[in-house]
């Protein structure tokens, strides 16, 4: 194959930019054209769900720092609509088209919309994805609604409810599972998610959702029916339903894509209809759906800021060096801020079957939990204890036994592993997980 | 170590590195360590000082700081000497009276107290062609500031000096049971104690502006001290801010003084303070060596350390490591990227390292900037004998006047 002078990258985020900025520090000097359907030149999703949110940070001061320049043309507030393979062509929304030789894929998810339309169309009703969404959920809380109802309790729920906590505003969490965070990290470390929101003074309810919405004469959202019989009565609705990959323009395209992403190997190369990896198209980020060593033989979605980076430098590095690098050997990272506390987790917690508390006690709020599966460890979340995360990052990447033999400091006596208590594959109740 | 005589010939290069014959120049040892990952000592401890090794293990959580875990260390120096829950409360409850979040602020609005004070120490130099930049400036500034952050009446200073001194600088452990104290430093330790309970008593009730009033009439999220921990944890703040600072500025000035570029360096260019601090830090550190003791078996390098084992961190050596710093033997005073082992690292990182900072450099800056054509009268200086708070017990220097 020819050397690479015409690539174009489709989804002009955080993975999108990075690519963008690799190739060039590779030496790339052909052109790069960057497509984005956001009007908004790349900006920063984490602080809209924590920062912007509480009013620390506005909106607007979210643009990704710029690491290098790109000297590459920018089609942002525009679509790719489709994806022609045998052509190298990618036709956009606005009925033009470009043509390349090497192609990055890195459009990531949507959030999930409300399901029932005429609901979701209800004025008051939020969503959490985009800065223009973020902006919009700001707003409604400068506006001091008397209560707000936030559905779902994954990480960004838990985020969203934070934050009107500590804005003051009343706030209601409905949540399916036993508690929050439950998909992302079990019910053990999702217990003590649950006193944090209540300690908070968020009106929490778990194992229990949302059977209805319901509104005013001038269609604004008045408050909503649960499974359990109850109501609730809230003026903004925040819908924190977990994401869709973006992946409906690369239908019929002859590349692999579905619901689930768009499956690539460690290379970050996009399969093709017979399952052999392309030498022309890249994946990266939160739409990518890929072999992880920890994960076994299933694939894996990571919606992960460090992994859309990661994955983002091993795409550019093989797409100007074929074979040159892989993203195998990175150990999925991810933190959230709630409620005053720091969670911060390396490897799989989501692919554990035994989860343990390894040091500190969850009563103090202090604490590591340890995820085994298969008789080694595979992930670890840090409550407030970050400090300690390196070594089990260590640990994770040797494949130490579990439960583990080591002795630590701060080690509860007479801890014992427990079932996990994964309810299995739930689709996206978060931002976190497979 | 008694054991260690300068006649005894050494066998290992930690063997040397404690004969006070190689004070003045440890570091071609250093490089000897760093040959292999890790030295069994024939005392039975375990000596690591490549940077790598150093900087993961100071933060693995299978090391320990108990007295009755590390059989090497402990000093019983309150939180210094303690594993979490404990270590954390305690550091936490101390921390909140020194900077953020509870009381972000507090170091740099000292800015213009310390600076009045390194003013004062070198006006009182003007008039002499000879001065000892420790007994001068090195010494008496550190001691005075955490006096004075304390609460600690200056005048005082000779009194807590010699406990001081008793403690930290005393020539041997008690040989009958290592870890311990010998029966002199024991003693200075009980004065020292007695004498910081009798202040933290007058504070009770009648508060100052002072740390010690701020500690013991404070309650938090955790709660009141008890009195033993708050006699504890005063003596570990003026022991640590004592024996440490002091040998930043005298081997700051002492390394000025080798490769006088860098005196001008600093008189040209006193905005770069910051960073030439920091590498003083690598390049010359005030702490050697740290202490811990191994909780379960541990594998470093390939071999397996086992479980009660002592283990000596060289952080001064892994500050050193060329597989980590380029032109690692050569003070580079903008040098990148240096995450040098000086303040340690971890839990136990130095919970006083924004005020030794700021001290450093307003010390180092000052005395660039204002003595005279300082010449280094005796090479090497004399140094103390503790190997690990390393740094020269005088430091002469000729000037040929004082700068206002
Ligand atoms: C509120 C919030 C909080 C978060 N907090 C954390 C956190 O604390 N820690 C953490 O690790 N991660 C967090 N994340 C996840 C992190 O932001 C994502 O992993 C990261 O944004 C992924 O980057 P990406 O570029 O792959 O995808 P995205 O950021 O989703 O970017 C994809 C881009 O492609 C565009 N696009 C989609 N389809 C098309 C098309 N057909 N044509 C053109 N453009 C298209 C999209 O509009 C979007 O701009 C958070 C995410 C959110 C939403
Ligand atoms: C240049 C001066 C200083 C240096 C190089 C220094 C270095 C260090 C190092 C290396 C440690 C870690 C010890 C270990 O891990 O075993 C430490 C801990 C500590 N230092 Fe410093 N220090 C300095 C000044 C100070 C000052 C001025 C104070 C007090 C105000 C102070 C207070 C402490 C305390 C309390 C600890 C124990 C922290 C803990 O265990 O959590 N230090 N210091």
């Known amino acids: 194959m020819s050397a690479p002078c015409d690539v174009v990258i489709v989804g002009a985020s955080l993975a999108g930019l990075r690519a963008a900025e690799a190739l060039r520090e590779g030496g790339y000097a052909g052109r790069l054209t960057l497509v984005g359907d956001e009007p908004h030149a790349p900006y920063d999703r984490p602080p809209l769900s924590k920062q912007v949110l509480s009013g620390w940070v506005r909106p607007q001061e979210t643009f990704l720092p710029r690491l290098h320049p790109i000297a590459g043309a920018w089609r942002l507030g525009v679509a790719a609509s489709g994806l022609d393979t045998a052509a190298q062509r990618v036709d956009l929304a606005d009925g033009t088209a470009l043509d390349y030789d090497r192609l990055i894929i890195a459009t990531g998810t949507r959030a999930r919309p409300w399901p029932v339309e005429a609901e979701a169309g209800l004025g008051g009703m939020h969503l959490l994805r985009t800065l223009d969404h973020a902006a919009a959920l700001t707003a409604a809380l400068e506006a001091k609604p008397s209560r707000v109802l936030v559905v779902g309790a994954g990480f960004t729920g838990s985020e969203v409810a934070s934050a009107c906590r500590d804005r003051g505003i009343e706030v209601t969490v409905v949540e399916q599972g036993s508690t929050p965070l439950a998909a992302v990290l079990g019910p053990v470390v999702g217990g003590h998610a649950a006193i944090l929101q209540r300690r908070a003074g968020v009106d929490l309810r778990c194992g229990v959702s949302v059977t209805s919405l319901f509104g005013d004469v001038q269609g604004r959202v008045r408050g909503a029916r649960l499974s359990d019989g109850n109501v609730v009565e809230a003026d903004v609705v925040v819908a924190c339903l977990g994401a869709v990959r973006n992946t409906e323009w690369l239908a019929g395209s002859g590349v692999q894509a579905g619901p689930a992403g768009v499956p690539c190997d460690a290379a970050c190369r996009a399969l093709s209809a017979d399952g052999a990896p392309t030498d022309d198209i890249f994946v990266c980020g939160d739409v990518s759906h890929f072999h992880h060593p920890l994960a076994g033989e299933r694939r894996i979605a990571l919606e992960h800021w460090g992994n859309a980076i990661n994955q983002a430098r091993v795409a550019a590095a093989n797409l100007l060096r074929p074979g040159s690098a892989t993203n195998a050997t990175a150990l999925p990272a991810f933190w959230s801020m709630q409620f005053g506390a720091n969670f911060k987790s390396v490897g799989l917690p989501s692919h554990g079957e035994q989860v343990m508390i390894v040091q500190g006690a969850l009563e103090t709020g202090r604490f590591v939990a340890a995820y085994g599966r298969g008789g080694r460890i595979v992930g670890a979340i840090a409550v407030n204890q970050a400090q300690w995360l390196p070594f089990y990052e260590q640990q994770i990447l040797a494949g130490a036994a579990f439960p583990p033999d080591w002795r630590v400091v701060d080690q509860p006596q007479g801890a014992t592993p427990q079932p996990a208590g994964f309810p299995g594959a739930t689709p996206g109740a978060a931002y976190a997980g497979a | ?404």
């Open chain 2, 1 to 404: 170590m008694s054991e260690t005589l300068a006649s005894d010939r050494p066998q290992t290069p930690m063997q040397a590195i404690m004969d006070p014959a190689s004070r003045a120049d440890p570091y071609p040892l250093y490089e000897q360590l760093r040959e292999k990952p890790v030295w069994h000592e024939p005392d039975g401890s375990y000596v690591i000082s490549r940077y790598e090794d150093v900087a993961r293990l100071i933060r693995d959580p299978r090391l320990s700081v108990e007295p009755q875990n590390s059989p090497r260390g402990g000093q019983g120096l309150s939180f210094l000497n303690m594993d979490p829950p404990a270590h954390d409360r305690l550091r936490r409850m101390t921390m909140r009276h020194f900077g953020p979040p509870n009381d972000p602020g507090r170091v740099e609005a000292m800015t213009p107290a310390l600076e009045a004070m390194v003013t004062s120490l070198i006006d009182a130099v003007r008039g002499q062609d000879r001065i000892d930049v420790v007994a001068n400036v090195s010494y008496p500034f550190p001691v005075t500031v955490i006096a004075d952050l304390l609460g600690v009446p200056r005048e005082d200073e000779p009194r807590f000096h010699a406990w001081a001194e008793g403690i930290v600088q005393s020539q041997d452990r008690d040989p009958r049971e290592p870890g311990r104290r010998t029966e002199s430093a024991e003693k200075a330790f009980q004065e020292l104690a007695g004498y910081m309970f009798d202040l933290i008593s007058q504070r009770k009730g009648a508060p100052r502006d002072d740390m010690l009033s701020r500690l013991v009439n404070d309650d938090g999220p955790d709660g009141v001290m008890e009195p033993g921990e708050m006699i504890s944890v005063s003596v570990l703040l003026l022991l640590a801010g004592h024996e440490t600072t002091v040998n930043l500025i005298s081997n700051g000035m002492l390394t000025m003084l080798r490769q006088p570029h860098l005196l001008q360096l600093l008189k040209d260019n006193p905005a770069i303070a910051p960073g030439f601090v920091e590498e003083m830090l690598r390049y010359e550190p005030p702490v050697h060596f740290t202490f811990r003791g191994a909780l379960c078996d541990l594998d470093v390098g390939g071999e397996t350390i086992p479980k009660g084992s002592a283990l000596q961190l060289i952080l001064a050596s892994g500050s050193r490591d060329p597989r980590r710093f380029e032109r690692a033997d050569t003070f580079i005073a903008d040098r990148p990227n240096n995450q040098h082992l000086g303040f340690g690292s971890g839990i136990h990182a130095c919970f006083g390292a924004p005020l030794a900072r700021l001290e450093g450099q307003i010390a180092l800056k000052e005395m660039a900037r204002r003595l005279v054509n300082p010449r280094l009268l005796q090479d090497p200086p004399p140094y103390r004998f503790n190997p690990t708070l390393r740094g020269p017990r005088a430091l002469p220097v000729a000037i040929d006047g004082v700068l206002p």
